[in-house]
């Protein structure tokens, strides 16, 4: 499997299946996508804002769900296999995402998998062991959490600081040469931890160090 990001805006996500598993997975797409969750019962939990329908789904009322709903990804995440496998099916005859959440290893094509996920945006961070140990997945995000405190400034500072660079036509090579050299300062990463960073003054101390002729 290749990790990459979908964008899932404006996009719609069915979950069949309303207990904890089926609530994570609303939350997570519900943050962007119209997500439509079809169970007999719901979870104590939070589903993220999502519209939920009560029903049970037999394996026939699968592709009517479809037709409703007309996702983008589908999320098996009954406690019943041979929803579950309907859903995965159809899905891949419809050419669907689906993220199948009672299996592991051999998947059909298009079936994806939710990682454990670290966000400080822009910044994401995910985590998946092929299946092998969602356990770990989790344990191993718990501790990339405290690694990424800052990423998301450090992101906005550089990002800026490349358009900056690249707007007063630096020579390339040189831009790519600063920039590096801001994401690998300590410095610059405690004082944008501490939350109290004057971003300008960040970058010109930078500069001054790597390339003074830049400093405005
Ligand atoms: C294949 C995958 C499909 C998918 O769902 O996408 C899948 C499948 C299964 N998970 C199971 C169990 C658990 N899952 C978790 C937790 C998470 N599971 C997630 C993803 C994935 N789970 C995908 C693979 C990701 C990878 O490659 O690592 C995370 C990362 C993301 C998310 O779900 O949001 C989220 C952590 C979120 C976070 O907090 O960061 C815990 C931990 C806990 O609950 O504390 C346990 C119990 C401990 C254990 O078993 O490890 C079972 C067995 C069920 C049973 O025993 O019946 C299956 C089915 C099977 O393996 O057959
Ligand atoms: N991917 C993951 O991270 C994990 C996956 N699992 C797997 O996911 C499955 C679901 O886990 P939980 O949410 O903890 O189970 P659960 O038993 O709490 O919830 C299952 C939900 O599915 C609903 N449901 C049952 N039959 C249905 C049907 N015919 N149509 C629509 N909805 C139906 C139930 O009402 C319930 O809300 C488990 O069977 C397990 O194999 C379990 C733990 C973690």
């Known amino acids: 499997m290749i990790p990459l990001y979908h964008d899932f805006t404006g996009e719609r996500v069915l979950v069949v299946g309303g207990g904890s598993v089926g609530a994570r997975k609303a939350r997570r797409f519900a943050t962007e996508a119209d997500v439509v969750v079809v169970s007999p019962g719901f979870a104590d939990a939070d ?8 029903s049970e789904v037999v394996p026939d ?9 007309d996702p983008a990804l589908a999320v098996a995440a009954t406690d019943d296999a041979a929803v579950n496998a309907r859903v995965e099916s159809e899905a891949s005859a419809r050419d669907v995402l ?11 094509p298009g079936s994806v998998v939710v990682p454990a996920t670290v966000r400080d945006d822009p910044v994401v961070v995910s985590v998946a062991t092929g299946g092998a140990s969602p356990a770990l997945s989790k344990y191993l995000r718990e501790r990339i959490e405290d ?6 400034a450090m992101a906005e500072l550089t990002g800026a600081l490349r358009d900056d660079l690249q707007g007063r036509g630096v020579d390339p090579e040189r831009r790519r040469d600063v ?20 971003p300008r003054q960040l970058i010109d101390d930078v500069l001054a160090d790597v390339a003074p002729e830049l400093v405005k």
């Open 47 to 54: 589903f993220g804002g999502a519209e939920r329908v009560r």
């Open 61 to 69: 009322d699968v592709p009517g769900w479809f037709d409703r709903v």
């Open 98 to 108: 689906v993220n199948r959440t009672d299996t592991h290893g051999e998947r059909d």
């Open 147 to 152: 690694d990424i405190a800052g990423a998301g």
């Open 179 to 198: 920039v590096r050299a801001v994401v690998r300062s300590p410095d610059v990463w405690t004082t944008l931890r501490t939350g109290n960073a004057k």
